[in-house]
């Protein structure tokens, strides 16, 4: 069994040598009695929430941030097949994504970690993707979170990723008016290609975010979808319209640093009487059918198209995380395992 292990705590930037490649010999087997699962990971999915997984708890640490051990495998979300099963809800043969190890087969609690597939008429990654974690982080955070009305102004950031990239495309969808930021003219040429973005630009490139802000949206945002935080949080809030909605997503350009940037323009959550709001994905599962039967079809149709970087082995693991935090992904980052 191949796997990716946590080598210790990491403070700033992770690297590919915070995590190593071993191999155990030992055959994983379900234990007599278990009612766990046995599971061959086909897909793992590259997160920048595991991160906050690598960060030695502290009293600030979040309850659903389950830290990593030193000296184990890696987890994560993924896509696996059930080789052996001792829970009376899964079997032999069934496909599920959810929280899994970064390794070849993993023993799973399952009915705590995983969800079961039963579109398989798309591609498998997919659920690493739009039709996993990112995927109802994107709907829950646009459609709950920002309320969204037709022809209102829509600001993201880290609009290429993962998650920014099926926001875009569900504001466009509903008839609004959005640009992204992203930092490579790759990313900035997919938004306006591929996406139909009304605008998009390189927000490294950029020597004054204000005024970019205000080159594209001259009357101001309704809505914005924050994935980045710091400077681009700053530049952003005296340019929102009055009433309108912060949805807090992820903040990743603090992630790394040892002490967060302050932000100055708070006063204008005041003045302009807007809305932040934060939201974290896990406790919004309850909506992941209505999502499918929203999402589902308009992929189908193609009315949405996701773009996806999927890199082979498990040994790219370590990498394709780093790359995250360098912006190295265009679209969800995945790798196959199996
Ligand atoms: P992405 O696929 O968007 O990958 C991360 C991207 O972030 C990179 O490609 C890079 O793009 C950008 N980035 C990295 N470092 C910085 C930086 N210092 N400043 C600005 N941009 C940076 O990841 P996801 O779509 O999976 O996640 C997007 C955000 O959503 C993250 O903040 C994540 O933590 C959050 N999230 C929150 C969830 C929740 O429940 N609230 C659930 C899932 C994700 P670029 O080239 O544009 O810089």
Not at 18 to 35: E, I, V
Not at 54 to 77: E, L, N, Q, R
Not at 134 to 156: D, M, N, Q, R
Not at 227 to 236: C, E, P, S, Y
Request: proline share 5%; glycine share 10%; aromatic share 12%.
């Amino acid at each position: 069994n191949k796997q990716v292990i946590f080598k210790d705590y990491v403070t700033g930037f992770p690297k590919e040598s915070d995590m190593q490649l071993t191999t155990s010999t030992t055959k994983l087997k379900l234990p007599q009695g278990s009612t766990g699962v046995l599971v061959k990971n086909l897909y793992l999915s590259s997160d920048p929430w595991t991160r906050a997984h690598m960060t030695k708890a502290s009293s600030d640490t979040p309850s659903y941030i389950k830290t990593f051990t030193p000296g184990s495998p890696m987890t994560g979300f993924g896509v696996a097949k059930v080789l052996e099963s001792g829970d009376a809800n899964f079997k032999q043969g069934d496909l599920v994504w959810g929280i899994t190890g970064w390794e070849e087969y993993s023993l799973i609690n399952a009915t705590e970690s995983l969800v079961k597939i039963h579109n398989t008429d798309v591609p498998l990654s997919y659920y690493t993707g739009i039709l996993g974690m990112p995927g109802l982080t994107a709907y829950v955070g646009f459609y709950e979170v920002c309320s969204p009305k037709k022809g209102e102004t829509v600001f993201i950031s880290a609009a290429a990723g993962a998650v920014g990239q099926l926001v875009g495309q569900f504001a466009k969808l509903m008839g609004c008016y959005v640009v992204g930021s992203a930092g490579s003219k790759e990313k900035v040429d997919l938004l306006k290609n591929k996406f139909g973005f009304d605008g998009a630009f390189n927000y490294k490139e950029e020597p004054n975010l204000d005024a970019a802000l205000k080159r594209y949206f001259p009357e101001g945002i309704d809505i914005y979808f924050e994935n980045v935080g710091g400077k681009m949080l700053d530049a952003v809030l005296p340019n929102m319209k009055f009433r309108g909605r912060i949805g807090v997503c992820g903040m990743i350009s603090q992630y790394n640093l040892e002490k967060p940037e302050g932000v100055h323009n708070l006063m204008f959550l005041l003045t302009r009487e807007l809305r932040m709001q934060g939201f974290v994905v896990f406790n919004y599962y309850h909506l992941y059918e209505k999502f499918l039967e929203t999402v589902l079809p308009d992929i189908k149709k193609g009315k949405i198209t996701p773009v996806e970087e999927v890199v082979e082995g498990l040994e790219n693991a370590p990498s394709a995380l780093i790359g995250l935090f360098a912006g190295r992904n265009v679209g969800k980052q995945a790798v196959v395992v199996s």
